[in-house]
T-cell receptor, first 113, second 114 residues
Framework: GAVVSQHPSRVICKSGTSVKIECRSLDFQATTMFWYRQFPKKSLMLMATSNEGSKATYEQGVEKDKFLINHASLTLSTLTVTSAHPEDSSFYIC?????????FGPGTRLLVL | AQSVTQLGSHVSVSEGALVLLRCNYSSSVPPYLFWYVQYPNQGLQLLLKYTSAATLVKGINGFEAEFKKSETSFHLTKPSAHMSDAAEYFCAVKPQGGSEKLVFGKGTKLTVNP
């Protein structure tokens, strides 16, 4: 139980385009989802906390107009990287809360050319 | 603010040897504690968690961890390492009754030598 999926697993896009990443809790409802970014050989950096039906709460230094988060239902949150640039290339991971525990998706590798 | 320290960014053991990955937290009130494992190019998988029940917690893949309040520690152990245990391990804490955010340690890369 407590499975979280992400789609796509890998995406390559041109600079200036927008990319949408989906995060779904498959077998539970998640009031709260989280979006992380992970740089090579580094720990996870929390980008934002997403609550169903309300605006996301962004961490300091994260541009909310660049990283648009929508949590439209209890099982789906999306992250849209707008006008992506090469420096946005990274590994993006979502998680969903079930009780006191966060369950993580498999991650999305974004490469911006 | 909560913090998590994982001693040793790299740990190397021989196959069949004891695995010990260290985690210390800073908190005046015992938090919830978690160990996650990350294989290359994958997300994080929950190994085990402490949620103020038994202090010795058993997880998946033969791992266990013991919560020691006096030492503010939650070290991860496995009696006999397998090659498949090679991965990055993250310790994380979450305050009880507080923020839902996890605070992660910097991770420990475990290498298992044949």
């Amino acid at each position: 139980g407590a499975v979280v999926s992400q789609h796509p697993s890998r995406v390559i896009c041109k600079s200036g385009t927008s990319v949408k990443i989906e995060c779904r809790s498959l077998d539970f409802q998640a009031t709260t989802m989280f979006w992380y970014r992970q740089f090579p050989k580094k720990s996870l950096m929390l980008m934002a906390t997403s609550n169903e039906g309300s605006k996301a709460t962004y961490e300091q230094g994260v541009e909310k107009d660049k990283f648009l988060i929508n949590h439209a239902s209890l099982t789906l949150s999306t992250l849209t990287v707008t006008s992506a640039h090469p420096e946005d290339s990274s590994f993006y991971i979502c998680s969903a809360s079930f009780g006191e525990t966060q369950y993580f998706g498999p991650g999305t590798r974004l490469l911006v050319l | 603010a909560q913090s998590v320290t994982q001693l040793g960014s790299h740990v190397s053991v021989s196959e069949g040897a004891l695995v010990l990955l260290r985690c210390n937290y800073s908190s005046s009130v015992p938090p919830y504690l978690f160990w996650y494992v990350q294989y290359p190019n994958q997300g994080l998988q929950l190994l085990l968690k402490y949620t103020s029940a038994a202090t010795l917690v058993k997880g998946i893949n033969g791992f266990e961890a013991e919560f020691k309040k006096s030492e503010t520690s939650f070290h991860l152990t496995k009696p006999s390492a397998h090659m498949s245990d090679a991965a990055e391990y993250f310790c994380a804490v979450k305050p009880q009754g507080g923020s839902e955010k996890l605070v992660f340690g910097k991770g420990t890369k475990l290498t298992v030598n044949p």
